[in-house]
């Protein structure tokens, strides 16, 4: 049985580091929570190492751009950690073939040209036509607000019949940019399994983005033993991922998840939320309705 929590500062005392998800347990897309930066502030002030660890499709740097933007104090957090880095090695290694057809909105545009500097001088990847390409990089759809995964399913089953591998760049298969709900890379990707088609993944809940979040927390000087909590709001992506690395999990409820658990947001109501975690085969060790 899950416990819930009415604070981070609950349980954090138990962790050398948290494993923080972004979109809906940080921020909405369009503007942070403050009561989850002060959280997250408190415990780096109290000793705590904060890596957050997203399912973007952009490199690490322009995702700390976009927090910037939205105004969360680089003191919120120590490290950054992306789909988009897991993914972006992925391409680089030719995962997919060297000649690649980007599937996604030119905000990804980083994905392509900010080349990290352990690949520098190595043979790259080009961008070409669908007709030229041996592999799809999907980073989302091309235009998140209007189009559906069934947007592209003519495309997908070319792809398929040239047996074109898909390298998804971000696994998760929906979130909320403020009011509205719009889809993500892993929509397109499971659609295209579906279909029969082959779909690559590494960010949550694959393992290569765990593996890169421990290297960059050996980096900066936690070594291996170090005690992890991971946060989200994400059940196939958050609590599924992080108890397949076997750490403890904070389910955030009031995420993508906030209609499900009661009328009030901030305190979900556990005769709900226990049956809604067995039939998902979860047990988070604890749950939370906003991070705070």
Not at 150 to 160: M, T
Not at 166 to 178: E, F, H, R, S, T
Not at 179 to 206: Q, W
Not at 253 to 262: E, I, K, N, P, V
Request: aromatic share 8%; net charge negative; charged share 20%.
């Amino acid at each position: 049985m899950t416990q819930i929590i009415q604070s981070l500062e609950d349980v954090s005392a138990h962790y050398d580091a948290v494993l923080c998800d972004l979109w809906g347990c940080l921020h909405n897309g369009v503007e942070a929570f403050p009561d989850a930066v002060k959280a997250l502030q408190s415990y780096r002030a109290q000793g705590g190492t904060v890596v957050l660890l997203t399912n973007a499709p952009r490199p690490e740097m322009f995702v700390a751009e976009q927090l910037d933007a939205m105004g969360v104090p680089r003191d919120a957090w120590d490290l950054i950690v992306t789909s988009g880095d897991a993914a972006q090695d992925a391409m680089l290694a030719g995962a997919v073939g060297r000649k690649v057809w980007h599937l996604g909105p030119d905000k990804d545009e980083g994905f392509f040209t900010a080349i990290p500097q352990a690949w520098a001088g190595q043979e790259g990847v080009e961008r070409v036509s669908f007709e030229e390409a041996e592999g799809i990089i999907c980073t989302g759809p091309f235009d998140e607000v209007n189009e559906v995964p069934e947007d592209y399913r003519p495309k997908l089953l070319a792809a398929k019949t040239r047996g074109m591998p898909l390298l998804c760049a971000n696994p998760d298969i929906v979130v909320d940019k403020g009011e509205t709900r719009i889809y993500c890379a892993g929509a397109i990707a499971a659609l295209y399994e579906e279909m029969g088609g082959v779909s690559l993944y590494f960010g949550k809940p694959h393992p290569p983005i765990y593996d890169m979040a421990r290297r960059k927390l050996a980096a900066h000087g936690l070594a291996e033993g170090v005690t992890l909590l991971a946060i989200g709001d994400g059940i196939n992506t958050d609590v599924a991922g992080a108890a397949g690395e076997g750490m403890d999990v904070l389910f955030v409820t009031g995420g993508l998840g906030h209609d499900q658990f009661g009328p009030d947001v901030q305190n979900p109501d556990t005769a709900l939320l226990e049956p809604w975690l067995a039939m998902r085969q979860q047990n988070p060790r604890y749950s939370v309705g906003k991070l705070r």
